[in-house]
């Protein structure tokens, strides 16, 4: 692969890892300095890039990979909220209201089993298509299919549950 295919290519896909990095690490910081390692991990192995069938769902697992690393060497803060999915609060009560929304549905995702919230997340939220989840995860399509249909039915579950008993308050 040459330097001009691997800028193409592979450093295009920063901007679309960062969100998974993000949601692994929490920090923004931690987030740059894993893509920033799974960038030259890759430069570093170029020539065995032209093989990758997949290349966007081999930049991810790497991404992947280097996270889970940093996680094992060292627990990452919480104490940043995961406010990347609001927009900045306002006094208006439409926005207060979604952000509490926003709020309740990542808490329910966080509930989820290991293997549902990831699919649902890299899904969802990084936008990655089935076949690229099944080669992250290591699974095949019909089972990754089968992980987010699980995770979106509980999260509709348990949000039914929350406004149905909110209603009944009322």
């Given at each position: 692969m040459t330097e001009q295919d691997f800028k193409t290519k592979v450093l295009s896909l920063s901007g679309n890892v960062f969100p998974l990095a993000k949601r692994l690490l929490v920090s923004d910081e931690m987030a740059r300095d894993a893509i920033q390692q799974s960038m030259m991990k890759l430069w570093e192995n170029r020539?065995?890039?032209?093989?990758?069938?997949?290349?966007?769902?081999?930049?991810?697992?790497?991404v992947r990979n280097v996270c889970l690393d940093e996680l094992k060497k060292k627990k990452p803060s919480y104490f940043d909220s995961p406010d990347s999915l609001?927009?900045?609060?306002?006094?208006?009560?439409d926005q207060h209201e979604r952000d509490e929304i926003v709020d309740i549905v990542q808490k329910i995702i966080d509930s989820l089993p290991d293997n549902q919230r990831e699919v649902i997340q890299m899904r969802d939220i990084d936008g990655l298509d089935f076949d690229e989840i099944a080669e992250?995860?290591?699974?095949d399509i019909p089972y990754t299919r089968v992980l987010?249909?699980?995770?979106?039915?509980?999260?509709?579950?348990?949000?039914?549950?929350?406004y149905a008993y909110e209603a009944k308050q009322q």
């Open positions: 020539k065995q890039l032209d093989l990758c069938t997949n290349l966007k769902a081999f930049v991810f697992k790497v609001k927009s900045h609060p306002t006094h208006h009560t992250l995860i290591g699974r987010l249909s699980r995770a979106r039915k509980t999260v509709k579950e348990k949000i039914e549950k929350i």
